[in-house]
């Protein structure tokens, strides 16, 4: 099992570009997620799914944009890339917490994205 | 909304000494937390969570955590610290909102 998959591992932009991040799981989950990662603020979620068809913003969505046209795949656009969005992004997803399970979350290896 | 506060950026202890992290939460409805522990660039690794069954939560590599209600607290503990225990941990919340939310992390350093 692959887990959950990001693509690409490194990226370097410059300022104005456009990108996207690929995430993808193959565990059916139907909850995924997507957070960035900073020194010294831990991680922040930008945008969340519970399901195909479904977004919602988290705490700070400000330049980045997403969709979720399958279980398998929520991809994180950048529409217009500044420096303030170099960081690592964690795409993460998990299943609904019910029956004592917990809902834990499963992350990617992360994508580390430099804004020049 | 829920928030998680941990307390200490930074924390040092000897090596065989208790560990001990700190976290807080809030919640406007009994949440699901989460410890994830992340070594030097590397993601997160799950150490423990807490669905309800107990309070008091093993995990793995001896950690342990436990929820206080009225403490609004799931602190994180080892009896005795190793030299692998190097790393930064992040205590987590996720409410019937469904969003999940992390505390800025704990870095713990081993002394020898």
């Known amino acids: 099992n692959a887990g959950v998959t990001q693509t690409p591992k490194f990226q370097v932009l410059k300022t104005g570009q456009s990108m996207t991040l690929q995430c993808a799981q193959d565990?059916?989950?139907?909850?995924m997620s997507w957070y960035r990662q900073d020194p010294g603020m831990g991680l922040r979620l930008i945008h969340y799914?519970?399901?195909?068809?479904?977004?919602d913003q988290g705490e700070v969505p400000n330049g980045y944009n997403v969709s979720r046209s399958t279980t398998e795949d929520f991809p994180l656009r950048l529409l217009s890339a500044a420096p303030s969005q170099t960081s690592v992004y964690f795409c993460a997803s998990s299943y609904p917490p019910m029956g004592g399970r917990g809902g834990e979350l499963f992350f990617g290896e992360g994508s580390r994205l430099t804004v020049l | 909304a829920q928030s998680v506060t941990q307390l200490g950026s930074h924390v040092s202890v000897s090596e065989g000494a208790l560990v001990l992290l700190r976290c807080n939460y809030s919640s406007s409805v009994p949440p699901y937390l989460f410890w994830y522990v992340q070594y030097p660039n590397q993601g997160l690794q799950l150490l423990l969570k807490y669905t309800s069954a107990a309070t008091l939560v093993k995990g793995i590599n001896g950690f342990e955590a436990e929820f206080k209600k009225s403490e609004t607290s799931f602190h994180l503990t080892k009896p005795s610290a190793h030299m692998s225990d190097a790393a930064e941990y992040f205590c987590?919340?996720?409410?019937?909102?469904?969003?999940?939310?992390f505390g800025k992390g704990t870095r713990l350093h081993i002394l020898p």
């Open positions: 565990m059916n989950h139907e909850y």
């Open positions: 987590a919340v996720r409410a019937r909102d469904d969003k999940i939310i």
């Open positions: 799914s519970v399901g195909a068809g479904i977004t």
